[in-house]
């Protein structure tokens, strides 16, 4: 069966779970409540997209929108792919659904940032069109 991709529309304890499973995959953060997922799904400038295979959540890509002076941005976030479904196109079928949704909302463009040490994850973005965009990015710890 093909990947689904959807927008959340809701939180559960399935999707609770899911994320806490796959979130070590990617970040040492603390996994995200319910009330914090929730604050992404229900936000009028964040999109919570959801890569299914055979009905179960297996990848998750935020899409974060704002508005500056020069235009409406797009940025993607935190994109997880649950390492037992790799190799199956979800990173791409999450990334194109995060673009087509920043089109259709008037974005100038998509921006993303990614580790050199995720080769795969670099080599997909290369193959379906970002451009690595010579800047500083910074980081001021909170």
């Known amino acids: 069966m093909p990947v689904s991709i959807d927008i959340a529309t809701t939180v559960d304890d399935e999707l609770v779970a899911t994320v806490a499973r ?4 990617l970040s040492s953060s603390p996994p995200p409540s319910a009330d ?7 936000g009028p400038d964040t999109v919570l997209f959801l890569a299914r295979l055979d009905g179960a959540v297996v990848g998750v890509l935020t899409l974060a929108l704002y508005r500056i002076p020069t235009g409406m941005r797009a940025w993607i976030e935190d994109v997880i792919v649950d390492d037992a479904a790799a190799r199956q196109g979800i ?6 659904a995060a ?4 089109r259709r909302r008037g974005c100038k463009d998509v921006r993303l940032t990614s ?3 995720r ?7 290369r193959r379906i ?3 690595v965009y010579e800047t500083n990015v910074y980081k001021f710890p909170l």
Request: zero cysteines.
């Open 22 to 25: 796959i979130l070590p995959q």
């Open 36 to 42: 914090h997922l929730r604050a992404i799904v229900d």
């Open 91 to 96: 990173g791409e079928a999450l990334s194109r």
């Open 99 to 102: 673009i087509e949704e920043a």
């Open 115 to 117: 580790r050199p040490s």
């Open 119 to 125: 080769e795969g994850a670099n080599r997909l973005y």
């Open 129 to 131: 069109g970002f451009e």
